[in-house]
């Protein structure tokens, strides 16, 4: 090449890069979430089987080519041995092939952070040709700064700065490699750790062992936000070979402003003097960053895909319990996981989350958490749990009061119930010496009441009779720690009672739509009435469904009814409790809950209704019928009877005609500007993916398909309600 060539070639990549960087730039500008980033362990879904909606495979297929789910290509890292998938890429023609693959097209995550993980394998169904290549890209267009190519002469490569090919691994056929790329968004330096899992004889990922360390390199452009992943064969027509995919993630910031996404504007400016939202924090369930104390877990604390809890709580035979085998997992959803800070200590780590809670609260509007702390000191889990509650208190503490904490504090006693049985055999003056206990209570993260006593709180605070209580917060008041009481009842015999020892009262709340009569017990009782909001209780321990939510027709009423009855508090149940129905930004259910309360708590806390500034819809749908045939597990128990439907509840600026397209089956609805909830029915025996709209004068102006494909039949059934968002 001349130097003139040479020259205008430095210019016209100068230019591209320009070019790039003013579009990432503007489009840095649009909409920005996680909600829609790949997050896939692919076992959910049927074996043998083509990707589901929103991934997508490229190239033609016959019986030497195909890409599907098989169980072979279940990762050796997840371990999952009864319902485990991955997806195989297989080329076992020698005149085609080349292009085939599968991936993703997905809204851009936000500027900052960003982490991207999978598992690959080189499988020996088919000989390997040296020639056969893999490429893993993710980026936008034709913009791909994260380029991998994979083979089994040159084993793991990626393009770096002046468009290398840097080799980062070797390439054995049949082990399994952990990829973890790690960087910004607005950088182009990233650290990639490749562990290989040491052997197809040791299953699941604490027998990875240690991961392999961070290694700094230099992407060749910045990393930008990315709108595509895909692996796709680059090879010769007459290679041959397969290669085996799982665990596809892409993290980025889970509390990055969700404001652009809303249909109104947030403004607190006027709020009610007391109206209060509070969301029940359940500790053990929170999101990735050092979640379990065990010695296996620390050395993933850099790699959250690695972790505890992405392995064992989506893990259909890992570290499952007895009471959760018919369901096949332990939960069926996880809050995201967050992008670690390689090098952190557990506590550190665990410090950074907790704020994060705390910014994702007062971003929704809420005015802080009541969180579980133990009165225990001599076991390693509940010492855990306790200090990650006083990170959270740590967090509060810095918001100058505008965010605090409300601790639940557990004791030991050994009986329980609805009407004071816990009192026998434990006095109140062993619970009020708890160190634990008062080291919340003095926290400057401490929620006080208008007389500036500490508020303390318990669940099922009636398994302690009134009396109990008294002189628990006697003994607090005697020893300079005046303290007054939130209850939280499961039950609403015991109210009459604590009406002169609490200074507020909420309940656990119903499960469906239906009038269960809190207010009504509670209103002559409580100086300050708390009104559950409960989205869904869906447990797998059990395999049952609590009660039939009717997709958003709970939490809409008990919202409404918190507003229209003039609660004083409004207290989420919960935000972070996986076994029954947490409402934090989560897989599966996205940031569809934490949307609709914000609207309800702006709502709730000025009087007034939010004004619609724009158009969004919501949809909201179980993945399968209640009825749909199924390979494993047993028949869920929906108790008062399942509803299938499928609901599109539309926030309106102006009137239109809401569209709701079902296997072909058009369904219209007119609705008025404001919020809408159109419900059609989920059919039987049909695979589909809904697609949602709303039309004026004849045309579309907003629309878009569903994120979740429903299935005729199912592997373990799965009763969650999914749900996402439409906004222009």
């Known amino acids: 090449m001349s130097w003139t060539q040479r020259f205008t070639s430095v210019v016209l ?154 080799p980062l691994s070797e390439l054995q056929t049949s082990r399994w490699y952990h990829v973890a790329i790690l960087g910004n968004t607005q950088s182009a330096d990233v650290k990639i750790a490749i562990t290989p899992h040491p052997s197809h004889n040791k299953i699941g990922y604490p027998n990875i062992g240690k991961p392999s360390a961070y290694v700094d390199y230099k992407l060749s452009q910045a990393w930008g936000q990315p709108t595509d992943v895909r692996f796709v064969i680059d090879a010769p027509a007459k290679a041959i070979g397969a290669w085996n995919i799982d665990n596809v993630c892409l993290l980025g910031d889970v509390t990055a402003d969700r404001r652009a996404y809303w249909p109104f504007e947030p403004d607190l400016s006027e709020k009610i003097e007391g109206k209060r939202v509070f969301a029940y924090y359940f500790p053990p369930f929170s999101a990735n960053r050092a979640t379990k104390d065990s010695k296996l877990n620390w050395p993933y604390i850099d790699d959250p895909t690695l972790s505890w809890v992405f392995w064992s709580w989506l893990n259909f035979t890992n570290d499952l319990d007895y009471r959760r085998w018919t369901s096949g997992s332990k939960m069926q959803y996880i809050a995201y996981p967050r992008v670690p800070i390689p090098g952190q200590d557990r506590f550190a780590a665990k410090a950074l989350e907790m ?146 020892v ?37 447990r797998t321990r059990g395999s049952q469904v609590m009660g039939e939510s009717q997709n958003t027709r709970t939490l809409r009423k008990l919202w409404q009814d918190a507003i229209t009855r003039n609660a004083d508090w409004a207290v989420i149940n919960t935000w972070s409790d996986y076994t029954e129905h947490a409402q934090m930004p989560s897989t599966a259910i996205g940031f569809t809950y934490y949307d609709l309360n914000a609207y309800f708590a702006h709502w709730f806390k000025t009087g007034k209704q939010p004004q619609i500034t724009k158009d969004a819809l919501y949809y909201i ?49 007119k609705a008025d500007a404001g919020i809408t909830s159109m419900m059609v029915p989920l059919p039987k025996g049909k ?25 005729e039949k199912v592997d373990y059934p799965n009763l969650l309600y999914h749900s996402g968002v439409i906004v222009q």
């Open 621 to 669: 749908y179980r993945r399968q019928h209640t009825d749909a045939p199924q390979l494993h597990g047993v028949r869920w128990k929906v108790h008062g009877g399942a509803t299938n439907n499928i609901e599109l509840l539309a926030f309106l600026k102006t009137p239109g005609t809401l569209v709701v397209n079902v296997d072909g089956q058009i369904h219209r609805q």
């Open 355 to 500: 704020t994060e809670e705390v910014k994702l609260g007062q971003m929704m509007g809420m005015d802080g958490f009541i969180m579980d702390f133990h009165v225990r000191e001599d076991h390693d889990e509940w010492n855990w749990l306790n200090a990650k509650s006083l990170m959270l208190m740590d967090a509060a503490a810095k918001t100058d009061g505008d965010f605090s904490v409300i601790p639940a504090v557990y004791g030991q006693a050994k009986k329980s119930g609805v009407n004071g049985q816990a009192d026998e055999g434990y006095p109140a003056e062993q619970y009020t010496s708890s160190r634990n206990l008062r080291n919340a209570i003095k926290h400057p993260g401490v929620f006080r009441d208008a007389d500036g006593k500490a508020v303390m709180s318990m669940w099922l605070t009636e398994k302690h009779s009134p009396k109990w209580w008294g002189q628990v917060l006697a003994n607090l008041q005697k020893d300079g720690m005046p303290t007054s009481l939130f209850a939280q009842f499961n039950s609403t015999g015991q109210i009459k009672g604590f009406a002169d």
């Open 13 to 166: 990549w100068s230019m591209c890069m320009i070019i790039t960087m003013l579009c990432t730039n503007a489009r840095a500008q649009s909409l920005a979430s996680v909600e829609s980033l790949p997050l896939d362990k692919f076992d959910e879904y049927l074996p043998a089987d083509t990707l589901p909606h929103p991934w997508q495979t490229y190239g033609q297929f016959n019986e030497n080519l195909s890409v599907l789910l098989q169980p072979w290509a279940e990762s050796d890292i997840t371990g999952n041995l009864v319902s485990g998938k991955g997806v195989e890429i297989l080329d076992q023609s020698t005149t085609d092939g080349d292009g085939i693959g599968f991936g993703m097209h997905f809204v851009q995550p936000p500027v900052g952070p960003v982490m991207f993980t999978f598992d690959i394998q080189l499988n020996k169904r088919a000989h390997h040709s040296d020639e056969m290549q893999l490429n893993v890209t993710l980026g936008r267009d034709a913009y791909h700064p994260v380029h991998l190519q994979i083979s089994n002469k040159d084993g793991i490569r990626i393009q770096t700065a002046g468009s290398q090919s840097t």
């Open 687 to 711: 695979r589909f993916v809904p697609y949602f709209a709303v039309e004026r004068d004849g045309k579309e102006t907003l629309g878009g398909m569903g994120r979740y494909t429903v299935y």
């Open 502 to 538: 609490a200074m507020g009262m909420t309940h656990w709340g119903p499960r469906t739509p239906s009038e269960y009569g809190w207010y009504e017990a509670a209103r002559p009782y409580a100086k300050t009435l708390g009104y559950p909001i409960v989205s869904q209780d869906v």
